[in-house]
């Protein structure tokens, strides 16, 4: 059955750079509003419905171990934003959906916060993860005639080039690893990639650290850790387990947590040189994810999945054998305006996707 993306936002406290220049609170929420005043013209409001509206603006207090927890039922922290977007990923996965969860906005908007986290704040991603082998091991106590197989993968997708963060030596490949289509299915796939079995949380927890330490990363303005690179993480969850009559099913889950490269445009985070070619090829290749969730919105026969190594990944996510989610983060501030705006006009957009999933199930051969 056809179902919708599923579509949240999230805004952030102010950072430093907006409390030193003084910025101006522009974004409000109300139920599943999110209103955006122009700086320039208090009469100009805009509002915006989506699936979760999460205020993470103000109202927490922070905890000795670092935690933010709420101070006011107002404040959406790590564990509400899990258990209403994390909590279903793991449901449908044990299912034997595919799963995709991306986060999109503007560099230090917050994609990586709700993904990944920082400390104690710990991101969707983790967490997932945690519960999956927690679940599995309770599963592993009572089943003893079902198996369970998790593989893991890291990709990032730097200026159109696909490198396997977790293999080093593809970054060495000229033009990068070759990302090709499986004839039979008509999805791509990353030639070349490692599929790493993990058999506990800590595992994953190593490679995903090992994977992020390879990531490419330059400073900008907006924030001096910013990624300017896709992070595409791959978990392939697989079970058998006996039907009711004895016979072995295999099903499986692909769930794909991508972080995007910041959205802004080159030019308003003060890059050059390098940067802001760099820039320039990210926005093109998010400007073909944007080209494509409009293609999809309005319902056209033709996607153009193909113009872009990162929406070649996510063809299956945004048209096709997926439960999909994406968070868009937001600033606060007034001097992030414009960038806001077009956030929730691409959120907005992607409101209107429809994606079939299915039960990835059959006999075990
Ligand atoms: P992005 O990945 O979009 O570039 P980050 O997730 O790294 O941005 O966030 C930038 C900064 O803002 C980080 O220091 C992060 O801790 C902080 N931040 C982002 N979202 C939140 C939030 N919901 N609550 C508290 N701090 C946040
Ligand atoms: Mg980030």
């Known amino acids: 059955m056809a179902e919708r993306v599923k579509v949240a936002v999230r805004v952030r406290p102010f950072n430093e750079r907006e409390k030193k220049r003084n910025a101006k609170l ?3 929420m109300k139920g599943n509003l999110t209103y955006i005043s122009d700086p320039n013209n208090k009469s100009n409001k805009k509002d915006f419905a989506f699936d979760y509206s999460y205020w993470s603006h103000d109202g927490f207090k922070e905890e000795k171990n670092g935690y933010l927890s709420p101070e006011s039922a107002a404040y959406a922290d790590q564990k509400k934003v899990f258990d209403d977007l994390g909590k279903g990923v793991l449901e449908n996965a044990w299912s034997g959906f595919n799963c995709s969860l991306f986060a999109y906005g503007q560099t230090g908007s917050g994609k990586s916060y709700s993904m990944v986290g920082y400390g104690n704040n710990k991101g969707i991603v983790p967490i997932v993860c945690e519960k999956l082998f927690q679940e599995i091991e309770g599963k592993r106590e009572k089943a003893k005639d079902s198996e369970y197989q998790v593989v893991f993968s890291m990709i990032e997708i730097y200026n159109e080039q696909a490198r396997d963060l977790l293999n080093p030596a593809s970054f060495k490949v000229k033009g990068g690893l070759k990302v090709r289509e499986n004839p039979t299915k008509g999805l791509f796939f990353v030639d070349g990639l490692k599929e790493l079995p993990v058999n506990s949380y800590q595992s994953i927890e190593s490679k995903m650290t090992e994977g992020t330490k390879n990531r490419t990363v330059a400073s ?17 969850f697989t079970q058998k387990t006996p039907n009711a009559s004895g016979q072995s099913m295999t099903r499986v889950s692909v769930i ?6 910041g959205s802004e445009r080159a030019n308003s985070t003060g890059a050059e040189g390098d940067r802001l070619k760099e820039g320039a090829s990210i926005n093109q290749s998010l400007s073909n994810l944007g080209n494509c969730i409009n293609a999809l919105a309005e319902n056209k026969k033709n996607i153009p999945f193909r113009n872009s190594a990162l929406t070649k990944l996510l063809k299956n996510a945004l048209g096709g054998n997926s439960k999909t989610v994406m968070i868009a983060a937001l600033s606060p501030a007034d001097i992030n305006y414009d960038e806001t705006l077009s956030t929730l006009r691409f959120a907005d957009r992607a409101k209107s996707i429809k994606t079939k999933a299915v039960i990835n199930e059959s006999p075990t051969d």
């Open 256 to 261: 794909n947590l991508v972080d995007l490269a």
């Open 220 to 236: 900008t303005n907006m924030n001096a850790t910013s990624s300017r690179a896709h992070t595409v993480i791959g978990i392939k």
């Open 26 to 28: 522009v974004i409000d």
